[in-house]
């Protein structure tokens, strides 16, 4: 079966812009997390989307936000972009129950350059 | 908030020789899951663990969830080429229905042919 899309693949902002990141999970699966990947912080997560519900947060800013559809698809979305942003955007999507049993499959990710 | 030691952060090896990397938590965890990432590409999950002192395989890999539940250690025998990349270990604690991951920094692996 298909596996996590994330679209677009790259992209190129500039400061005080903003973006939307576009996810689309496995079929079936109705969670999806939104990780950030940097050199010096590493995968940090942002947030997980379940039904179309924000159920769990990280500490990032208000800048960042998300949102799920009705069909599992998630968009995340930075306002007021800032140098720091610049990083790689992993969304990973998995059934959402049955925890701990419960793995996440990750897209290829979407990087991010703000100049 | 939780914090993954992952170590070493990198390994130059000859190929043929086994690899062994491992993570400590200050925290509990009740899964441990290891990842490999190629560059520009996101994390392919390898190995998940959910219960203290399991030892699970898959292929040339062996990870292990420690008794205390804060650690965790991956085993790649016989190194191939293929098997460049960076490894992640993950852990996750569920009891309040997190799906959230904490990720460690990476073990960047090379394998000289």
């Known amino acids: 079966k298909a596996g996590v899309t994330q679209t677009p693949r790259y992209l190129i902002k500039t400061r005080g812009q903003q973006v939307t990141l576009s996810c689309s999970p496995i079929s079936g699966h109705r969670s999806v997390s939104w990780y950030q990947q940097t050199p010096g912080q590493g995968l940090q997560f942002l947030f997980e989307y379940f039904s179309e519900t924000q159920r769990n947060k990280g500490n990032f800013p208000g800048r960042f936000s998300g949102r799920q559809f009705s069909n599992s698809r998630s968009e995340m979305n930075v306002s007021t972009l800032e140098l720091g942003d610049s990083a790689l955007y992993l969304c990973?999507?998995?059934?959402?129950?049955?925890?701990?049993?419960?793995?996440?499959?990750f897209g290829p990710g979407t990087r991010l350059t703000v100049l | 908030g939780q914090q993954l030691n992952q170590s070493p952060q990198s390994m130059f090896i000859q190929e043929g020789e086994d690899v062994s990397m491992n993570c400590t938590s200050s925290s509990i965890f009740n899964t441990w899951l290891w990842y490999k990432q190629d560059p520009g590409e996101g994390p392919v999950l390898l190995i998940a663990l959910y219960k203290a002192g399991e030892l699970t395989s898959n292929g040339r890999l062996t990870a292990q969830f420690g008794i205390t539940r804060k650690d965790s250690f991956l085993n790649i025998s016989a190194s191939i080429p293929s098997d460049v990349g960076i490894y992640f270990c993950?852990?996750?604690?569920?009891?309040?229905?997190?799906?959230?991951?904490?990720f460690g920094k990476g073990t960047k692996l090379s394998v000289i042919p």
């Open positions: 990973a999507s998995s059934w959402g129950e049955r925890p701990p049993w419960d793995e996440q499959f």
């Open positions: 993950a852990g996750r604690y569920s009891g309040a229905g997190s799906y959230q991951l904490t």
